[in-house]
């Protein structure tokens, strides 16, 4: 059982009860620190780890930053708990891609800050995935988005998708943060932002930017410290269903049904949309680049030597 320190463990009814009335909107970047969690951060503590800490954008430790930490840190722990569950799952494979690719390898945080860690996630806006990608964007960026197949939901092709967009914002910007809020509000709002401020500084541009993307670097900055930090806080991943971090996925690119896949397989249908979750129509298309395909490990041999079976003679 994690232990919860003293100082937290004697503010916990009041953080109870403040939550309920605080201003909150995590998602879209909108949050008030409510009164009370002060005593709760180790302010002194934070502010020099913040600052040490590897980071491709300036690291400071403002109100803001302060703010979405209180979420993370304390009335919110059990949702950070979870999220860096799902973590140990897809952190990984992102580590693998920004390798690839040559980048900072803490922008793996992003999708912390872009949908909780969560490949499901759709925003009211449209944006979908680990990365929040909208259709437009992703179709841009060469994912299948269509009613059969949403390639943003798949963990390796938005992740992929989203490492080479990152790189690009970087190259025509010139500055993570300017890459990130462009991420964030697009490249074409970031532009106005630039003309309106005269100025290619990113404290120059930041009041002309949507209140949104103000806070972006700061819910950055904070996640960022708790993937990096969170065993300061006595807070560990609660770790999700083992078939999610014991799976592998490799490229397919013969049309194939999940539910041909699940009678090769004798892997139940709930596991493999949970696996696949762009397969939007339980349906693997054919496709000549290859669709990624993830099973329990154990469950590839089968799949394999069915697809490869020979087919009885007449």
């Known amino acids: 059982m994690r232990r919860i320190p003293f100082t937290l463990a004697?503010?916990?009814?009041?953080?109870?009860?403040?939550?309920?009335v605080a201003e909150t909107n995590f998602a879209r970047g909108n949050f008030i620190l409510p009164s009370g969690t002060d005593d709760l951060?180790?302010?002194?503590?934070?502010?020099?780890?913040?600052?040490?800490?590897?980071?491709?954008?300036?690291t400071i430790f403002d109100e803001d930053v302060k703010a979405y930490l209180a979420r993370y840190?304390?009335?919110?722990?059990?949702?950070?708990?979870?999220?860096?569950?799902r973590g140990v799952v897809y952190l990984p494979m992102m580590e693998h891609y920004l390798d690839m690719n040559g980048l900072p390898q803490q922008l793996k945080y992003l999708p912390m800050v872009e949908s909780g860690m969560l490949p499901f996630a759709v925003s009211s806006h449209g944006a979908a995935g680990l990365w929040q990608i909208m259709p437009q964007t992703g179709r841009a960026l060469g994912l299948v988005v269509?009613?059969?197949?949403?390639e943003r939901k798949d963990p390796n092709r938005s992740t992929e998708a989203a490492v080479k967009y990152l790189k690009r914002l970087h190259k025509r910007f010139g500055s993570w943060e300017l890459a990130l809020v462009a991420y964030n509000c697009g490249p074409g709002r970031l532009n106005r932002a630039i003309q309106q401020a005269g100025s290619s500084r990113y404290k120059k541009i930041k009041p002309f930017?949507?209140?949104?993307?103000?806070?972006?670097?700061?819910?950055y900055l904070a996640a960022t410290y708790v993937g990096t930090y969170s065993q300061y806080h006595n807070i560990a991943p609660a770790l999700p269903d083992p078939v999610l971090?014991?799976?592998?996925?490799?490229?397919?690119?013969?049309?194939?049904s999940l539910k041909k896949i699940?009678?090769?397989?004798?892997?139940?249908?709930?596991?493999?949309?949970?696996?696949?979750?762009?397969?939007?129509?339980?349906?693997v298309p054919a496709h000549k680049k290859g669709i990624f395909l993830t099973l329990p490990k154990d469950a590839w041999v089968y799949y394999?030597?069915?697809i490869h079976k020979p087919v009885a003679g007449p």
């Not at 209140?211 to 670097?217: H, I, M, N, S, V």
């Open 245 to 256: 971090y014991s799976a592998m996925s490799a490229r397919v690119y013969a049309a194939i």
């Open 146 to 150: 269509n009613s059969r197949l949403d």
């Open 209 to 219: 930017l949507p209140k949104e993307t103000q806070r972006y670097l700061a819910r």
């Open 304 to 306: 394999l030597d069915a």
């Open 41 to 58: 951060l180790d302010e002194a503590g934070i502010k020099l780890r913040v600052e040490m800490m590897c980071s491709p954008v300036a």
């Open 10 to 20: 004697t503010a916990w009814l009041g953080i109870l009860q403040v939550q309920a």
């Open 73 to 85: 840190l304390t009335y919110g722990i059990h949702e950070t708990e979870a999220m860096l569950g």
């Open 262 to 283: 699940s009678l090769m397989t004798g892997i139940d249908m709930p596991i493999l949309r949970r696996l696949n979750p762009g397969c939007i129509s339980d349906y």
